[in-house]
T-cell receptor, first 114, second 116 residues
């Protein structure tokens, strides 16, 4: 069974440019998470989806970040425009349900904004 | 608000030795879950072990075991017979049990290096 798939793995952009990250969760997993992980820190939740509904986006900087999960399967996280401080690893994770004990993580996208 | 503290930014031990990573947390909740996740270099985060707060028995998964001290709000991870493949960042995390939020609260991580 395939794990959580993310693309691209690495992205380098100039500030003020847009960027998008894609995530395909494990088949059948209803809950999808986007995290941001800064160097030397634990992940920080940006948004959580239950099927296609965003049920927790309180930590998402909505002035520049947007996300969607069409049809409750794969998801896209977008930043427009990117700032230097957005440089981080963006992790996608999925779980069978929100109350599932285990979250399965993708390999992440390392974003560098210059 | 819940917080998770990992006081050891980095540790290193020789292969085959036993190492203990510490984690403390702060909560007023009685029912919750605690987790240790492992993030190898350039590889994805995986769950190592979990503990339900209502269980008194410490969780064990092969060479990994925890020392859960609920009153002290301490949750340490012991790795026995350490192997080179154990080199990774280790994150302690907390989740409330009865909360529709189901949000994981993460520590800052401990970088563990296993030396040959």
């Amino acid at each position: 069974e395939a794990g959580v798939v993310q693309s691209p793995r690495y992205k380098i952009i100039e500030k003020k440019q847009p960027v998008a990250f894609w995530c395909n969760p494990i088949s059948g997993h209803n809950t999808l998470y986007w995290y941001r992980q800064n160097l030397g820190q634990g992940p920080e939740l940006l948004i959580r989806y239950e099927n296609e509904e965003a049920v927790d986006d309180s930590q998402l900087p909505k002035d520049r970040f947007s996300a969607e999960r069409l049809k409750g399967v794969d998801s896209t996280l977008k930043i427009q425009p990117a700032e230097l401080g957005d440089s981080a690893v963006y992790l996608c994770a999925s779980s069978l349900y929100a109350y599932s004990y285990e979250q399965y993580f993708g390999p992440g996208t390392r974003l560098t904004v210059t | 608000a819940q917080t998770v503290t990992q006081s050891q930014p980095e540790m290193s031990v020789q292969e085959a030795e036993t190492v203990t990573l510490s984690c403390t947390y702060d909560t007023s909740e009685n029912n919750y879950y605690l987790f240790w996740y492992k993030q190898p270099p350039s590889r994805q985060m995986i769950l190592v072990i979990r503990q339900e707060a209502y269980k008194q028995q410490n969780a064990t998964e092969n060479r990994f075991s925890v020392n859960f001290q609920k009153a002290a709000k301490s949750f340490s991870l012991k790795i026995s017979d350490s192997q080179l493949g154990d080199t990774a960042m280790y994150f302690c995390a907390f989740m409330k049990h009865e909360d529709s939020n189901y949000q994981l609260i993460w520590g800052a991580g401990t970088k563990l290096i296993i030396k040959p």
